[in-house]
């Protein structure tokens, strides 16, 4: 019988004062701020490029109010994002003019200017350790499953006053497993990754007018989030193009079944 011989994954451990986890513009922005205020930092983010929604990779806009708007402006780190973007991007910001790969370096240069703090990129995340209680991904079995309560999904807080000691992180394609240890975690995985799996509680659906006094919530608190979108991109290219259809596409022929509601297509 041959025998397999698996490569070990090396192991590193590594210290910091905070360690940001996820790279999408929240995780960028809390990584600088962090940096910029004396703490040594590092970033650990499971893409090649920063940016997240926002990235090239998938292309939502950094969009708020003032979005290169000429009276208005964004402040801050993303204000400076921006600037530092329009400053090495020459193409107009429409369309694909401004998320595109330039957007992503911008993010990644000011970030590999800042002394104090690391990136590791390519680099997922996928376990806690827990000050009392080992591993989060072996607690899970413990800890009560999420349940739809009031109509969306919850699950309690499981470990009360907990704190977590350290991250474990793997770079698959340099088959290394990080140790992260940290004095401040800040979860910016746009799912709460860290936060779940270190059994913090936490909820998915849609509050209600109720609860968070918003003229546009939903009357009653729901299961329902926001449905999936597929950005396009069409140029005139002066002559016909004909569209071909992907073989995997699934067609909807009835427009109606996207106005029903969750509840309505139980
Ligand atoms: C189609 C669409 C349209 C939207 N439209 C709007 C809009 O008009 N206005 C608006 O305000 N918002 C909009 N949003 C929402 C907006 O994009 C998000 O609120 C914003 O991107 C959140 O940023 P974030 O950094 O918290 O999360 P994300 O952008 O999701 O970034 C989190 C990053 O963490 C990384 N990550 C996840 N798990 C791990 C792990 N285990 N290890 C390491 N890294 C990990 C992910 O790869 C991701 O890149 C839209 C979103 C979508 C998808």
Same mark, same amino acid.
């Given at each position: ?7 070990? @994954? ?14 999408? @513009?929240?995780?960028?922005? +809390?990584? =600088? ?20 929604? +926002? ?15 000429? !009276? ?9 994002? =921006? ?26 240069? =000011? ?28 607690? @899970? ?85 926001? !449905? ?39």
């Amino acid at each position: 019988m041959v025998e397999l011989k698996v490569p070990m @994954m090396k192991q590193v451990n590594l210290q910091f004062d905070v360690v940001v986890c996820g790279g999408g @513009m929240a995780g960028f922005c +809390a990584a =600088m701020a962090a940096a910029r205020s004396g703490a040594r930092t590092l970033l650990i983010h499971d893409r090649p490029v920063l940016g997240g929604n +926002a990235s090239s990779e998938v292309r939502v806009t950094i969009h708020g109010a003032g979005c290169h708007h000429y !009276g208005m402006r964004e402040t801050g780190i993303i204000g400076e994002a =921006m600037s530092a973007e329009r400053r090495t991007n020459h193409l107009l910001p429409i369309e694909n003019g401004w998320t595109n790969s330039v957007h992503d370096l911008a993010l990644y240069d =000011m970030v590999q200017r800042e002394p104090n703090l690391e990136l590791t990129l390519n680099t997922s995340i996928y376990d806690v350790q827990l000050e009392q209680g080992g591993w989060g991904s072996q607690q @899970m079995a413990v800890w009560p499953e999420a349940n739809v309560d009031r109509g969306y999904y919850l699950r309690p807080c499981c470990h009360d006053g907990n704190r977590i000691l350290a991250v474990r992180a793997r770079v698959a394609n340099a088959e290394t497993d990080l140790l992260v240890y940290g004095k401040q975690f800040i979860d910016c995985t746009g799912d709460a990754l860290v936060a779940h799996l270190a059994g913090c509680e936490w909820r998915m659906g849609s509050e209600s007018r109720e609860e968070t006094g918003e003229v546009h919530a939903v009357s009653k608190a729901s299961g329902d989030t926001m !449905g999936n979108s597929i950005h396009i991109r069409c140029i005139d290219t002066g002559k016909p193009a004909p569209f071909e259809l992907p073989e995997w596409a699934i067609q909807y022929e009835d427009a109606a079944f996207f106005l029903r509601t969750r509840a309505q297509a139980k």
